[in-house]
């Protein structure tokens, strides 16, 4: 795909961005769960079931306040960064005017979606009377993309940048969507992820053509050091360190004895998932890589094939 045919969304996104389109959301006092079980499995485990059951809905509360700070980290530090360079001209690589329009409305979605997010924070706060605990300063993409930046030759800082968050705005889709579709969880809850769905559908495609765009023209020299550079990025962005100190901390703000917090830490500390073409958000990235086209270049195939469907590419 060449730059000049690129096709703006702008009508689109004047006619069903969730900033132009939904009313304010407000979180009811009802008796469905504020955040869904299959997201906080340590609520799940054996020990809290048996030992702590009544502190449930404390922990998925302090679970939501984590997602609500990661997406705000996300979308603040990360995508609207990269973003609003693209929009400026700012961005190493250029882009035509239509794409860097499309780069202003997703800055404008993203800071929208950071401000509805802290809206149900405060909103959480006032109905449960529960403080956050100690909350990250970081998600794993603030570490893993200095970490992908710092291999890549000065030339190709930019390129690598634009990868990583096209890669990261292709899989976050996965992870609100799990969320819209529990009907256990209070309806403003899934009201507030299915609005931020129907926004990254759209960013999804718009970083995926960028990518398309750039990959398009870029020398072959170029995408073979582009291509090495991708499973560091994979396996940092995949690891779940951060959310492992976080369960931590919340077991640690538990009112139970030690060794129940020592029993629920072992139990969390075996549930994390493998890095490999097992994991849960694999797929997606994948999908990224051949929708961005990334994924018909050998050496983009080669360096994945851990990630990659078992029998290669299809
Ligand atoms: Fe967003
Ligand atoms: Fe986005």
Sequence with gaps: MKAEDYLSFVDAWEGRATIRTRPRRIVENDEKLIYPLSRQPLVLSETFTRECPQLRDFALVQSLYKFINDVVIFETEIVDRT???????????????????????????????????????QQTIALTGIQPIQLPLEIELSRAIPAALGLAPDHLRSAVELICVAIAENTVTNDVAAFAKDDTVKQSIKGLMADHLLDEGRHSGFWARLVRIYWHAAPEQDKQSIAQIMPVFIAQYLTNDIQKSFDFVLIDSLPIEETIKQALKDETQAMSFPINRHHPLVGNIVR??????????????????DYLPAGGVQ
Aim: charged fraction near 20%.
């Design 83 to 121: 973003a609003r360079s693209i929009a400026k001209d700012n961005f190493a690589i250029r882009f035509p005017f239509a794409c860097r329009y499309d780069a202003m409305t997703v800055v404008v979605d993203e800071d929208y979606h950071a401000l509805v997010a802290m809206d149900f924070m």
């Design 288 to 305: 990224f890589f051949r929708t961005s086209s990334m994924l018909e270049s050998a050496c983009v195939q080669h360096a994945l094939a």
